[in-house]
T-cell receptor, first 115, second 107 residues
Framework: GAVVSQHPSWVICKSGTSVKIECRSLDFQATTMFWYRQFPKQSLMLMATSNEGSKATYEQGVEKDKFLINHASLTLSTLTVTSAHPEDSSFYICSAPGVSGNTIYFGEGSWLTVV | KNEVEQSPQNLTAQEGEFITINCSYSVGISALHWLQQHPGGGIVSLFMLSSGKKKHGRLIATINIQEKHSSLHITASHPRDSAVYIC?????????FGQGTRLTINP
């Protein structure tokens, strides 16, 4: 079964609204989680590193006020796309390193469509 | 030039063929990952390598640190192996991804 669970899998929202995507580590604690974005037929791009109990670290070019990341517990990180626009439509996926550091687990991903 | 280059970008083969996907990188790494992404988007980690060779079932991954090159091999390929295979290199914490190789295995 999944060790990192991401929800929702699919979401359609109207322009101007906000959407929250959750990423949960199951049966292990993840002090760090990563959020990625992927456009069709393109590579994964790291958006930000989510750190439990502290501010997220955003990659260059990613607006922190638009993509709000909260990592309030050792098993949950959330990404909120605020004031969504059609160009925010994309595949968003989270990951967390395994406890032993020998692997990495990905969530199932979330397809966001902004209409 | 991308830090991680994969080849080929697309590969179509017949069931049973031996498959090789290559990955070259230009940065220092602590580890290299091979990932499998299915059409629905979900990603599974296949291997994490820092040296040598690993084998899991019909999948084999090798890495040559000196040459900054890794290969993923699939023996006795099957249509269910059809997916995008992604090479990702790990620095201190972050992953840098290749463009992926779209593999199609025809029955």
């Amino acid at each position: 079964g999944a060790v990192v669970s991401q929800h929702p899998s699919w979401v359609i929202c109207k322009s101007g609204t906000s959407v929250k995507i959750e990423c949960r580590s199951l049966d292990f604690q993840a002090t760090t989680m990563f959020w990625y974005r992927q456009f069709p037929k393109q590579s994964l791009m790291l958006m930000a590193t989510s750190n439990e109990g502290s501010k997220a670290t955003y990659e260059q070019g990613v607006e922190k006020d638009k993509f709000l990341i909260n990592h309030a517990s050792l098993t949950l990180s959330t990404l909120t796309v605020t004031s969504a626009h059609p160009e925010d439509s994309s595949f968003y996926i989270c990951s967390a390193p395994g406890v032993s550091g020998n692997t990495i687990y990905f969530g199932e991903g979330s397809w966001l469509t902004v209409v | 030039k991308n830090e991680v280059e994969q080849s080929p970008q697309n590969l179509t083969a017949q069931e049973g063929e031996f498959i090789t996907i290559n990955c070259s990188y230009s940065v220092g790494i602590s580890a290299l990952h091979w990932l499998q992404q299915h059409p629905g988007g979900g990603i599974v980690s296949l291997f994490m390598l820092s040296s040598g060779k690993k084998k899991h079932g019909r999948l084999i991954a090798t890495i040559n640190i000196q040459e900054k090159h890794s290969s993923l091999h699939i023996t006795a390929s099957h249509p269910r192996d059809s997916a995008v295979y992604i090479c990702a290199v790990q620095g201190a914490q972050k992953l840098v991804f290749g463009q992926g190789t779209r593999l199609t295995i025809n029955p």
